[in-house]
């Protein structure tokens, strides 16, 4: 018969770093509900994207294990944001200039 040779390796992540992410994210939720409420002008929308931006990254990186993962992974994931976020961006400038 055959053997199983997938890769049985786990990553455990200690309960101090999922709590340290945890009340990073709560402070960005809250500075993402401050920016909303007092930047001005469209300085709104694009101090909420970019801490939306990084809330993503942090739940990538730990609750998705993508920081253990090995580069072409990661990789492979940078490009599908990058494309995503050029996708957006010709949404963006489509709206905003038609």
């Known amino acids: 018969m055959g053997s199983d040779t997938h890769d049985t390796t786990t990553h455990v992540?200690?309960?101090?770093?999922?709590?340290?992410?945890?009340?990073a994210l709560l402070a960005l939720t809250a500075?993402?509900?401050?920016?909303?409420?007092?930047?001005p002008g469209i300085g709104h929308v694009w101090g909420s994207l970019a801490i939306a931006a990084a809330k993503g990254g942090l739940v990538i990186a730990f609750?998705?294990?993508?920081?253990?993962?090995?580069?072409?992974?990661?990789?492979?994931?940078?490009?599908?944001?990058?494309?995503?976020?050029?996708f957006i961006g010709l949404t963006f400038s489509d709206v905003l200039y038609r």
Do not use: D, S
């Open 13 to 23: 992540i200690g309960y101090k770093t999922l709590t340290t992410v945890w009340i």
């Open 31 to 39: 500075l993402t509900v401050w920016v909303a409420l007092n930047a």
């Open 63 to 86: 609750f998705m294990h993508m920081r253990y993962e090995g580069r072409l992974l990661r990789w492979l994931l940078f490009v599908a944001l990058v494309t995503l976020a050029i």
